[in-house]
């Protein structure tokens, strides 16, 4: 069992970033799925949320219209959209797979740097 981050990076503020979370030995379809980050010498924060369906999302105010969460259960995946980039966004992005409000899988997570 196993969740994948990839597409982290290097991006000019004001840049556009496309995370993916791939999961194996087990299908996404069963859970939701939220987004974290994690800034050198800070708490863990709350990125967004997907629903199991796709149906439902919601974003930190943080990154509201900017970060856009999306799922393809037949790919066993999930995305995340990152437009307008700035340098607060720097962290360690991680996906977790959730049900009924508890986290059951973590993935190891990906560095994404915003920097001129």
């Known amino acids: 069992v196993q969740l994948a981050e990839s597409g982290g990076g290097l991006v000019q503020p004001g840049g556009a970033l496309r995370l993916s979370c791939a999961a194996s030995?087990?299908?996404?379809?069963?859970?939701?799925m939220r987004w974290y980050r994690q800034a050198p010498g800070k708490e863990r924060e709350f990125v967004g949320y997907?629903?199991?369906?796709?149906?439902?999302?919601n974003y930190a105010d943080s990154v509201k219209g900017r970060f856009t969460i999306s799922r393809d259960n037949a790919k066993n995946t999930v995305d995340l959209q990152m437009n307008s980039l700035k340098p607060e966004d720097t962290a360690v992005y991680s996906c977790?797979?959730?049900?009924?409000?508890?986290?059951?899988?973590w993935g190891q997570g990906t560095q994404v740097i915003v920097s001129s």
């Open positions: 997907i629903s199991s369906g796709g149906d439902s999302t």
């Open positions: 977790a797979a959730t049900s009924t409000g508890i986290i059951y899988y």
């Open positions: 030995g087990f299908a996404i379809s069963r859970y939701g």
